[in-house]
């Protein structure tokens, strides 16, 4: 059993496979998926699988595969200022990457059976906004999480431009589904052993597009209270940025401008950037199979028959390239510079106004 596409030694490495494979084909997602590393979910004793195609499941905790979250993202079609509902939300981990697109002015509300998955996936998000420097490079559009039965939600919410369904939907429900879309909205969802795409086209009109083969756990069905009322599941309410908030997502803009235009002075003064290491490039047959994990399903892009004749080809290409790596090389790149964090940590302000500015981030 295995995965779709290679493992990696990193997460870069990781999703270098799954733009090779196809499964991440746009700017976008490609970012979402470098800027926060997989390996972050992961409980300790576990991270060495974290850069492995499959799924990883904990107890209640539970990662699908990154082939998997990989068409889910691309699927989705997402962009700024969209409002996005997670049935079955998780480590968060899927949550965190869409907020990173869709900005300071979406909306990013997930709902989660388990409270012991729910207080996880808060300190995860905790832990990426206070330590990683990917998040200063995005507005992020940070997730809500709400505690129920996403078979329960209160018939009077709001509908919304996407919505992903992390558990296997019978036919029974596909409309419930359905109806918490916006016209013009997109749904995607495993549904009767495919991950299926659902827009709404009109108030009674959809287009339905088949991605792949999947298997995924069903939802779990609602159980009622005593009086066999069920526990409706309330979703955060839509809130208006504060005049306070709109205030550091322009001054965090301004700043971002002025460290783009510097790098643009720097440039033009004929300045070089340093040259990148080049990564020892992985190439491995694509299967034909389909291969099952711990209820998924993960299907396999297959590879022409003439990569078979370009095998020595390969093979002398990669000699060379750990020959080029195994020597003592000035190559490396050094850790990545937050220039958004020096910059806000340099003004004349008040420290705790300069915190503010970086999200309450710590020092």
Known sequence: MGGAVSAGEDNDELIDNLKEAQYIRTELVEQAFRAIDRADYYLEEFKDNAYKDLAWKHGNIHLSAPCIYSEVMEALDLQPGLSFLNLGSGTGYLSSMVGLILGPFGVNHGVELHSDVIEYAKQKLDFF?????????????????????????????????????????????????????????????????????????????????????????????????????SRLVHLPPVAVRSLQDLARIAIRGTIKKIIHQEALGRAGDGLKSPPRFKRRRLRRRRMETIVFLDKEVFASRISSPSDDNNNCEDMEEERLEEEEESKPSELKPNPPVNFLREKVLSLPLPDPLKYYLLYYREK
């Open 129 to 229: 906004i206070k330590t990683s420097d990917s998040f200063d490079k995005f507005e992020f559009c940070e997730p809500s999480f709400v505690i129920g039965n996403c078979l329960e939600i209160s018939p009077d919410c709001t509908q919304y431009d996407r919505v992903y369904c992390g558990a296997g939907v019978q036919k029974e429900h596909e409309d419930y589904m359905k109806n918490l879309l916006k016209v013009g909205g997109i749904l995607v969802m495993p549904l009767e052993e495919k991950l299926t795409k659902i827009t709404r086209t009109g108030p009674s009109a959809w287009e339905t597009k088949k991605i792949l083969a999947v298997s995924f756990a069903p939802l779990i069905q609602p159980n009622h209270t005593d009086s066999g009322k």
